[in-house]
C-alpha cells in the first residue's frame, strides 16, 4: 500500500530525501559528510605538523651534537644572549598564543567581533615578538658574534673582568661560532615561520572580519592555531636550550 | 587456486560519451583543476619531460665512456652531467614517478573515493613540481652545477663556484612536492575508503603507496634542513658542516642519508606495489600471502629510517657504527625478499598470461633481484670497502632504481593505459619494446658490474684502456636501452587517438578502479561503491561478470 502511495506520488521521495542532504556551503565535493572532511582535514593537519617536527629535528640533533662536543665555547657562548630580552619575548610569544586560542574559542562560540579582536592580538604580540628578535640580532653584529668573516673569539678568549668569565683556549673559542650558526639557523628558521604565520594570520583577519568562520565553520581558524601554537612550542624548546642552560652567574 | 576468466570482446565496447577527459575544456580546465586523474595526467607530462632530459644527459655521459680518452668534453662539463643526470632522474623523475602519476590515478578510486583527501593541496604540489623543475633547468642554463647528486660537503659549501643554491633550492621545492603528495596519500587512504573497504580490502598498491608515503612526510623534511643548511653556509657563512668554524662536514652527510637512504625505498616501494597489482592480474589469483606483503611494504619502510650511515663506512663513521649499521642493513633484505618470494608462489599455479605489463614484471622480479642481492655485498663492511665509489655501485643502484623502478613504472603505465585513456596500446609493439628493454638494460649495466669490481672508479671521464671492451658494451647497451625507452613514447602516444578501445575492465582486473567504465567520469564513481569482497577476489569477479548488464555511456 506504502509503495502504491508512492509510486501515486514520485515526486514527494527525492523532494524528501534532498532535504535530509542538506550540506553546508563549506562542505567539498568529494568528502560524504562534513565529519568526514573534519576528520580528514585534521589528520592532515597533524601529519604537516609532523613534518614541521622532522625539520626542526634536523637543527636539534645537530645542537646536541655539537653541545656535547663543545661544551665549554657553548656555554660560555650562551652567556652572552640576553636573558632578560629572551624572557620578555617567551611572555610575548605565550600572550599571542593565549589570543589564539581565545580566537578559536570565539570561532567556535560564533562571537565575530571577539574572533577579529583576537586575531589583532595575535598579529601584534607576534610582531613585538620579532621587533625584540630584531633588537637581539642587531646586538649579536655588534658583537661580531655573526658567523662569517666578520666573527670575532676575542671576546672569549680574553673576556672583560667585569664579566667574571673564565677565558676559553682559542681552538675551543673557534667553536663559539658553531654555537652562534645554530643560534641563527634555530631562531631565523623559527623567525621564518612566524612570519609566515603572520601574512596567513591578516589573510585569516580580512575572511574573519566577513563573517566566514562564525558561521560553523571554525577549522581554518581551529587548525592555523594548532600552527601557531606548534610554532609556539619550538620555541618553549629554544629559548631552554639556547639561552638557559648551564648559565653560571655572569653578567 | 587460480580462477579462468575470459576477457571480454573488445570489438563491442566503446567510448563512454562522458569522462574526465571531456568534461571540460580549455587549458585552464587543466591548469586549475582539482581532479586528481587530470592532474596525474599534468604530473605524467611533466615527469616524461624530465626523464627524456635526464636520458639525454646519461647518453652523453655513456658516449664520453665508449674511449678511454676524455675526447667528447673536458672533465667539469662531465661532472656538471652526471650530477644533473643524477637530480633530474632522482628528484624530478624516480620520486614521483609512480605515486604522483599512477599513484595519484588510482588510489582516489582503489579506495573508492571520489578524489584526494586535499584536491588543492595536490594541484599545489604539481606546481611546486614545476618551480622546482624550473629552478633546476636554471642551474642548468646558467652553467650547471657538478656537486654530484649528493650535494657533499664541504665541496658543495666551499669548494666550487657553480650553481650549487639555485639547484638546491630545486631540490628544496621539489621535497615539499613530495610531501604533499605523501600527506595526500596518508589521509585519502585513512579517512577516504568506501564502506566496506578495511585495511585488508585494500589492493597492495595503496599499502606500498602509504608506506612510501610514510618516508615521504617523515624523511623528506630532514633532507628540506639539510639544504637550508647548505644555501645559509653557502649565502651567509654559518658553520655548522664547516671545519674550520668547528663544524663537521659527516654531520651533513648523516642528515642528508637520513633522508636519501629512505628516499631508495620512496623510489621503489610504489614499484613494488604496481608489481603486486600485475603479477596478480595475470595469474588470476590472489596475491599469495597478502598480509605479509601489505607488512612487508611497511616493514621496509620502517628498516629504511634505520640504516643510512651504510652510505659512509668509508667516510669516517666509528667501527661501532659501521658494524651496527651494516647489521640492520641485512634486516632489510628480509622484507624485501618476502614480496619477491610471495609473488613467485602467486604464480604458482596462477593461469598466466603474458601482456605487456606481465613482461615488465617479470623484468622488475629478476633485475631487481640483482639489484637486491649485490645490495647485501655492499652492506657488508669488508665488501664494501672494496667496491664502494666503483661502477660496481652505479650498477646495483642502477639495477635496482632503473631495472626494479622504471621496469615496474612501465608496467604501471602500461597495465593503466586503458583505464587512463580508454584505449590500448598496440600489444605486439610493447612487447616488443620490453623485451628490447630488457635486453638493452642487461647489456648496459652488468658490464658495470665487472667493471666495478675490476676497480673501475665512478664520476671519472677517463679511464684506463684495458677497461675499454666492457664499456663499448655498456654504451652499446644504452642505445638498445634508449630505443627501448622511445619505443612507448612514440606508441602511447599514437595509441591516444588510433589505439584499439579498451572497455571499463580488459584485464578482468579485480580493483574497483576496473569495475568503472575507462576513462572515468570526474567523480569516478557515479555512486559510492559498498565493498563486500576481499581483494584479488577473481571468483567474485567471474560472478559479477556473468550476471552484469552492461550499460555504456
Known sequence: MDSQALAAHPATQPAAGHGSHEHPEYLRHHFDTVEQQKEA?????????????????????????????????????SNTLSITLGAVNTAVLITSGFAMAMGVWCAETRRRKGLVISLIFTILFGLVFLGIKYVEYSEKFELHHVPGADFSISQFVHPS???????????????????????????GMHALHMIIGIALLLWLLVRAQQGAYTNGYVQPIEYFGLYWHFVDIVWIFLFPLLYLINRHPGR | MSTIVSLPD??????????????EYGLKSWL??????????????????????????????????????????????????????????????????????IGNFVIPMMVGAKDLAFPKINLMSWYLYVIAGTFTISALVLGGVDTGWTFTTPLSTHY??????????????????????????????????????????????????????????????VLAIAIVLVILERTIGIGVFDPAKGGDPLLFQHL???????????????GMGVISEVISTFSRKRVFGYTAVAFSSVAIALFGFFVWAHHMFIMGVSNYSALVFSLLTMLVAVPSAIKIFNWSATLYKGSITFETPMLYAFGFIGLFTIGGLTGVFLGSLGMDIHLTETYFIVAHFHFVMVGGMLMAYLSGIHFWWPKMTGR?????????????????????????????????????????????????????????????????????TWSLKYGAIAGPNPW?????????????????????????????????????????????G
Not at chain 1, 636539534?60 to 656535547?68: D, E, K, P, S, V
Not at chain 2, 569495475?515 to 557515479?526: A, G, R, V, Y
Open chain 2, 32 to 101: 586549475l583543476t582539482g581532479d586528481h586523474k587530470r592532474i596525474a595526467m599534468l604530473y605524467l607530462m611533466s615527469i616524461t619531460f624530465f626523464f627524456f632530459i635526464g636520458g639525454a644527459m646519461a647518453g652523453l655521459i655513456r658516449l664520453e665512456l665508449l674511449t678511454p680518452q676524455p675526447d667528447l668534453m673536458a672533465s667539469d662539463t662531465y661532472n656538471k652531467l652526471f650530477t644533473m643526470h643524477g637530480v633530474i632522474m632522482i628528484f624530478l623523475f624516480l620520486v614521483p614517478s609512480v605515486p604522483a602519476t
Open chain 2, 10 to 23: 573488445q570489438a563491442t565496447a566503446s567510448l563512454p560519451k562522458r569522462s574526465y577527459l571531456n568534461n
Open chain 2, 424 to 492: 590500448m596500446y598496440p600489444e605486439a609493439m610493447s612487447k616488443l619494446a620490453a623485451v628490447v628493454t630488457f635486453i638493452g638494460f642487461n647489456l648496459t649495466f652488468f658490464p658495470q658490474f665487472i667493471l666495478g669490481y675490476l676497480g673501475m672508479p665512478r664520476r671519472y671521464h677517463a679511464y684506463p684502456p684495458e677497461f675499454q671492451v666492457l664499456n663499448v658494451f655498456s654504451t652499446a647497451g644504452a642505445t638498445v636501452l634508449g630505443i627501448g625507452y622511445l619505443m612507448p613514447m612514440i606508441y602511447m
Open chain 2, 160 to 221: 666550487l663556484n657553480t650553481h650549487v643554491v639555485t639547484a638546491a633550492l630545486g631540490i628544496f621545492v621539489a621535497g615539499f612536492s613530495s610531501i604533499f603528495t605523501g600527506l595526500n596519500f596518508i589521509v585519502t587512504i585513512h579517512r577516504m575508503r568506501a564502506p566496506g573497504m578495511t585495511w585488508f580490502r585494500l589492493p597492495l598498491f595503496c599499502w606500498s603507496n602509504y608506506a612510501a608515503s610514510i618516508l615521504m612526510v617523515l624523511g623528506t623534511p
Open chain 1, 41 to 77: 582535514t585534521q589528520f592532515g593537519m597533524w601529519l604537516f605538523l609532523l613534518t614541521e617536527i622532522m625539520f626542526f629535528g634536523g637543527m636539534f640533533a645537530a645542537y646536541l651534537i655539537y653541545r656535547n662536543w663543545y661544551y665549554p665555547a657553548f656555554a660560555a657562548a
Open chain 2, 508 to 552: 578482468q582486473a579485480t580493483g574497483l578502479e576496473w569495475q568503472t567504465q575507462s576513462p572515468p567520469l570526474t567523480e569516478n564513481f557515479i555512486e559510492t561503491p559498498i565493498v563486500d569482497y576481499e581483494a584479488y577476489d577473481y571468483d567474485w569477479l567471474a560472478n559479477k561478470t556473468k550476471h552484469e548488464v552492461t550499460t555504456v
Open chain 1, 161 to 187: 673582568a667585569a664579566s667574571h668569565e673564565t677565558p676559553l683556549a682559542p681552538d675551543m673559542a673557534e667553536k663559539t661560532q658553531v654555537y652562534f650558526s645554530l643560534y641563527f639557523a634555530m631562531t
Open chain 2, 256 to 270: 642528508f642519508w637520513f633522508y636519501s637512504h629512505p628516499a631508495v625505498y620512496i623510489m621503489i616501494l610504489p
